[in-house]
C-alpha cells in the first residue's frame, strides 16, 4: 500500500470527528505556541539588547569598581572593600598606555533636576561629570556651542552641556546657550547642547547635563569611585588596548601577582556574551516547560487513537479479511497519530509567529521568530505523534480478523 492512501483515510477519520480531533489538537497547538512564543520573546530581546549594546562601540571598553551587574550578599562586600577606581589611574593611562586614544574620567548621579527661572524638569535628569575626553569616549556630539574643555576642569568652573530633552523641556523657543540654570541650587551657565542621542533600554540618552568633572565632585562628594571609559586607537587594536590598560592599573593599584584584577572592565562584547549566557539558560527552561506540555498533548493523542481502535474494530477486521496486512494496519494508524500531532504543531507555528508580529508592533521588541525553532517544534509533533501513537496502532495491528468481524 501506498502512503497516498492512509493519508487519505487518516484525513477522513479525524474530519469525520471534528470536534474530538479538535480537542486533542488543543494539548498541542499550546506546547507548540509556546515554544515559538517564547523563543520569539526572548530573541527578539536579545536582539534589541545586541543593538543597544553596541552603541558604546566597538573599540570602547569601561573600567569601574563593581561589575556592570549587580550582585549581593557576600561578593557586594568583596567588591564594596575594593580600592576606588582614581582620577590618577585615569591619568596613569593617559600617559602610559600606548594603543588608547581616550580615556574619559567620569561618573554620575541620577535622580536630578535642573531648572530655569520658574520652570524646571522632573526629578530624571542623569548628571554627569566628566573631563574633555569625555565625549569622546562615549560618543557624545556637540550641536551647538562648545564641550567642557581643560581649563573648565581645572578651574573647577560651573559650566554646563545639555541634552536635547531639557532644551525642549526649558527652551521651547530660546537659545539656550549663554543662560543660566540651577542644578541642585546651584548656578550654571549652558555652553553647549549635545546632539540627539535616542534612548537605551527605554531610558532617554538626552536627559543628560555634563558638567566639568571637578564641579560635580564638589557638589556630589570627591570620595566617590569614578568610572573610565576608555577608546582604543582601533577596532584592531581593541583587544592590545584592553590588555595594556589591565597591566598599567595592576601597576599602579599595586595588585600581587596571581591576585584577581581588583577592578571591572567590561565591553559591549563583554556584556553581550554575560547577557547571552544568561537566556540561554532562559530558553533551556522555555523548551523544558513546553516540552512538559506536549507530552501531556501526547497522552491525550494516545488515548484518542486507543478510542479510535476500538470504534473502528469492525472496520480493521474486514480490512484483513479483505488482504490487508499487519504492517497495512499498523502504517495507517501511525500516520493518523502523526498527521493529527502534525496538524496542531503547524497551527500552534501560525499562532505563534503572528503572536510575534503583534508584540512587535505593540513594543519597542523585533519580531524575531527564530526557524530553528520552528523545525524543532515540526520534528518535536512527529516524534510525540510516532511515539504516542505506536501502542494504539501495534495493538490495531495485532487484532485478530475473525474476531474483529463478530465484533459490535
Known amino acids: 500500500m501506498n502512503l497516498v492512501e492512509p493519508i487519505r483515510m487518516a484525513f477522513n477519520s479525524l474530519w469525520a470527528n471534528k ?3 479538535s480537542l486533542t489538537l488543543l494539548g498541542v497547538i499550546i506546547g507548540v505556541f509556546t515554544i515559538i512564543g517564547m523563543q520569539s520573546v526572548i530573541v527578539g530581546f536579545q536582539k534589541n539588547v545586541h543593538k543597544e549594546l553596541s552603541a558604546l562601540g566597538a573599540n570602547v571598553f569601561q573600567v569601574q569598581k563593581y561589575p556592570s551587574i549587580n550582585v ?6 568583596r567588591y564594596r572593600n ?3 577606581i582614581t582620577w590618577e589611574n585615569g591619568k596613569a593611562i593617559q600617559e602610559y598606555a600606548t594603543h588608547v586614544a581616550a580615556v574619559g574620567i567620569e561618573n554620575w548621579e541620577f535622580g536630578q533636576i535642573v531648572k530655569y527661572k520658574e520652570k524646571r524638569t522632573a526629578p530624571s535628569v ?5 573631563t574633555p ?3 569622546i569616549s562615549n560618543g557624545y556630539y556637540v550641536e551647538f556651542g562648545r564641550f567642557i574643555t581643560d581649563s573648565d576642569v581645572l578651574h573647577n568652573r560651573k559650566v554646563a552641556v545639555i541634552g536635547v530633552d531639557i532644551v525642549e523641556e526649558l527652551f521651547p523657543y530660546v537659545d539656550p546657550l549663554g543662560k543660566e540654570i540651577k542644578v541642585a541650587g546651584k548656578p550654571f551657565r549652558i555652553i553647549g547642547v549635545l546632539q540627539e542621542m535616542g534612548s537605551r533600554f527605554g531610558n532617554s540618552r538626552d536627559n543628560r547635563l555634563v558638567m566639568p568633572l571637578s564641579t560635580w565632585e564638589s557638589m556630589y562628594g570627591r570620595n566617590r569611585s569614578v568610572n573610565l571609559t576608555i577608546r582604543a586607537t582601533s577596532a584592531e587594536e581593541f583587544q592590545q588596548a584592553m590588555d595594556e590598560v589591565i597591566s598599567i592599573l595592576r601597576t599602579v593599584r599595586k595588585v600581587p601577582v ?9 565591553s559591549s562584547e563583554s556584556q553581550t556574551s554575560q547577557f547571552d549566557n544568561m537566556t540561554r539558560m532562559v530558553r533551556f527552561a522555555a523548551i523544558g516547560i513546553a516540552s512538559i506540555s506536549l507530552l501531556v498533548a501526547g497522552i491525550g493523542i494516545m488515548n484518542i487513537m486507543m478510542v479510535t481502535v476500538t470504534e473502528r474494530t469492525r472496520e480493521i477486521g474486514i480490512r484483513k479479511a479483505i488482504g490487508a496486512q499487519r504492517g497495512d494496519i ?6 493518523e497519530s502523526i498527521i493529527l500531532s502534525v496538524i496542531g504543531g503547524i497551527i500552534g507555528i501560525i499562532i505563534g509567529i503572528v503572536v510575534a508580529q503583534i508584540l512587535s508592533k505593540v513594543t519597542p521588541l523585533p519580531s524575531a521568530v527564530p526557524t530553528w525553532t520552528i523545525l524543532l517544534a515540526l520534528i518535536f509533533c512527529s516524534v510525540i505523534g510516532l511515539f504516542f501513537g505506536l501502542y494504539p496502532a501495534a495493538r490495531a495491528a495485532k487484532m485478530d480478523p475473525i474476531e474483529s468481524l463478530r465484533y459490535e
Open 19 to 21: 470536534l474530538r480531533s
Open 126 to 130: 542623569t548628571v554627569a561629570g566628566g
Open 258 to 266: 596571581g591576585e584577581p584584577n581588583d577592578f571591572e572592565i567590561w
Open 82 to 84: 575594593r580600592k576606588d
Open 72 to 77: 549581593g550578599g557576600q561578593d557586594r562586600h
Open 330 to 335: 499498523l502504517r495507517q494508524f501511525l500516520i
Open 133 to 135: 575626553e569625555f565625549a
